[in-house]
């Protein structure tokens, strides 16, 4: 038995703003990336592997915010952060503030194998990919039409868009069952447009946007990341799971529907057990999500009305 | 009723190279902090006023590894990191990798309660305490020429001497419950000696080095800030008291015990409950520790042999 589930952003477009060529691209990519995770693990690939894979190829998807089609910052720039941790040894790695990281899952991949670190921030975590052989990309590699525009909106003061609308959409993620029983989980993001102050979200931070413990679950997150950072969700479900035996689903909709919401916290998850139960919860009005259900079936969904 | 542990590090110096003199300015500056941070409770002030107020005063004393006589990065610098939580409202404030601000701890305050964000780094975080009017110092105010001659056994590749005794020690760390029943907790490092690439340590990870909340508990990590990230050392005993019911010293025990030795980590914390109930939990030869008992004693130890 192995299991897949990957996200791209709570909060999504309002269904009037998105076209259906438009809503067709968002299924595809995300379709082609739990595709991409899959292959992974029905070869017998690690759930390590499969995770990486499935976000990288979210990454390179200018849709999603993510590696090329990030959001930017308040200063026109795009600051990326990324996290991955393997449930089977606790094994972390995560980096923040990259600008020049084709893709930063690989380099919190790196930090998790190939240092004495867990979190390596900036000019020092891309010192680290120069050691490790990465390769650069200019900084406008990262840059889409689309993501500026919506910082000019920032910018402007448009107040009439809510920032999840326009700018927390994207977020990618993924959480793995591999046929050795070992589960993983991996988040990557360009964090909320308009971000300054060096400012990082929950994505980097391990317990709070990505957490992995084959004691009890694999998750990853996306929202309003300071709340997450705060009630510390994606280990606030592993807990809920191992100490209070609560279902996925259960322990995923307390934290997001309960917990989240009495702070005003906006957002989502996924989430997976190592007996391959899968969770989404969302209190947004929607989450790109994909996941392999049991019978091998890929489900694509954006929006909450959907299955 | 109202409590207040401070912390200065895990992991002591071996008794042989403790002087006399140098055990007793140790305990001095332990006393003078918790005395900052009584003052403070005993004159109606909140927790997060006393834990900012314990842990400056550990920052400005030289032999602290936090603030001034922080250790260095392998290319000589200071950067410094903290975090501070309100266990009442769940709000939190974190920076990481500042080099010229003199007490963190405020900068991490600033952020928490002035800021819509939680966690700042490095350039971005001091362009806020700019905004905020806070003071900026020299590099060479961190400077002291014990943690240098450190940094030279490092980079010399000293075997015989262990990270943690010639490293670790001197993390700083508060946790305070003030008589209107909240709970706060403050952490605030240098972080490990010849750290390099950007790294984060706990310290300032809500979850891992800081968390507060007053349905369980107020905690501040010390030592091996990468086991402590990966298990989220700070929030899990919070959780084992909230979910499994737990006293705080049990609670404790069995994250520093148990789950951080089952990975070879080292380290201590300090733990205060709503109720007034405090812990100390370290595995480590020692961990420098001062609290206020509930008779109002003050209590100061560094060895694990004191009571």
Redesign the interface.
Known sequence: MFGLAIHGGAGTLPRADMSPERESEYRAGLAAALAAGFSVLDGGGSSVEAVTRAVAALEDDALFNAGRGAVFTLDGRNELDASI?DGAT???GAV??LTRIRNPIELARAVMER???????????E??AASRGFEFVDGDYFHTAARWRQLERIRGGDGGVSPLTISHVGTVGAVALDSSGRLAAATSTGGMTG???????DSP????GT?ADNRSCAVSATGS??YF????VA??IC??VR??GMTIQQAADQVIHHELED?HGDGGVIALTPDGQSAFSFNTPGMFRARISEGGTMEVGIYSDEK
């Open positions: 941790m606790l094994a972390a923040c503030g240092s004495e670190f867990v979190f390596l921030s900036g000019a020092g975590a010192e680290f971000k300054r102050f060096g400012r990082i979200g931070i391990i317990g709070a957490y990341g300071e950072i705060r009630l510390g280990r606030e807990n809920l100490f209070k702070l």
